[in-house]
């Protein structure tokens, strides 16, 4: 069970002055139960991508395909691919539009025929993943702080239970804490078995955090695969945009030395590694 992209392209206004290849090749996939973290910089394509995920983009050339379902034209494949693919979308009012922050996270539940008792259920717990609680539930979404828009925007993607969940940019907007309790909940969904695509460009997040790591540079996925070897391969060649880790950095200058330390961006796996070559 898989989010299958291969050899996608994608051209903005093909045939005018506008014309904009956003994907030139992309090819990864995304597993239930795996974090995948796209990486790039600005203009790589990254959102262009995230559209494809769940259809409002459709392909120019290559496929996308979501559990063997084909992401193209026609009503049913494209119904069944919104539902088992949610987005959150990297500004939070581009998916905002209902009066009340109730009714807004209802409105995927109701259009999935959600019966009532399960409809209420559902909003309730994705409203209380994000932290929002039951003073806000008639608010305007539109009046909420840009913390608080962005909980609604995701709770309104988790209402309707989707198999994976494409985030561009989420902790964009958030402050520290909320950062870390947002990772926290993409933590917990992974281990339900959700397949989780987090959109960023820091890439020190996506080297504590994913699974697999693709980098985006001018639209075509120039590196996919663990972090570990993602890692290697930052460090053999500068990519546009991506910063590389200090502590990183500092690893490979010390085994450029002949120290036998792990690559690495955690200070205690390097702390502990350089206390053993030296005997203690
Ligand atoms: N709606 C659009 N129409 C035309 N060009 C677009 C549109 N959206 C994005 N682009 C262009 O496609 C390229 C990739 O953009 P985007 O997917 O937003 O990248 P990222 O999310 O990595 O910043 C950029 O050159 C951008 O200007
Ligand atoms: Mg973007």
Request: aromatic letters at 6%; hydrophobic letters at 40%.
């Amino acid at each position: 069970m898989s989010i299958a992209v291969r050899d996608l392209v994608h051209i903005y206004h093909p045939g005018s002055p506008l014309q904009t290849k956003a994907l030139d090749g992309v090819t990864f996939e995304a597993e239930r139960g795996s974090w995948v973290a796209v990486v790039g910089h600005t203009g790589s394509g990254k959102s262009t991508l995230a559209q494809h995920l769940n259809g409002l983009l459709l392909p120019t050339e290559g496929s996308v395909s979501v559990d063997d379902i084909q992401v193209r034209h026609g009503e049913e494949s494209l119904r069944k691919v919104r539902q088992k693919v949610g987005l959150v979308f990297q500004y939070p009012e581009q998916q905002l539009f209902e009066e009340t922050v109730f009714k807004e996270v209802s409105f995927g539940p109701r259009n999935w025929g959600f019966q009532a008792g399960r409809l209420e259920k559902s909003v309730e717990e994705a409203l209380e993943l994000v932290g929002i609680g039951e003073d806000l539930y008639e608010a305007n979404p539109f009046r909420l702080s840009g913390g608080q828009k962005r909980r609604v925007a995701i709770a309104s993607t988790l209402s309707s239970d989707p198999d994976y969940l494409v985030m561009d940019e989420p902790t964009a907007g958030l402050d520290s804490p909320g950062r870390r309790q947002l990772l926290g909940l993409l933590s917990d969904l992974k281990k339900l078995g959700k397949g989780i695509i987090h959109i960023t460009h820091d890439m020190e997040l996506a080297l504590g955090l994913a699974d697999s790591i693709l980098v985006l540079d001018e639209g075509k996925s120039t590196l996919w695969g663990p972090p570990g070897v993602i890692l290697g391969e930052l460090l053999e060649r500068d990519i546009r945009g991506l910063v590389i880790p200090d502590l990183v950095r500092f690893a490979g200058r010390l085994r450029d030395l002949g120290f036998e330390v792990p690559l690495t961006w955690e200070p205690k796996i390097l702390a502990e590694a350089i206390g053993r070559s030296h005997g203690r």
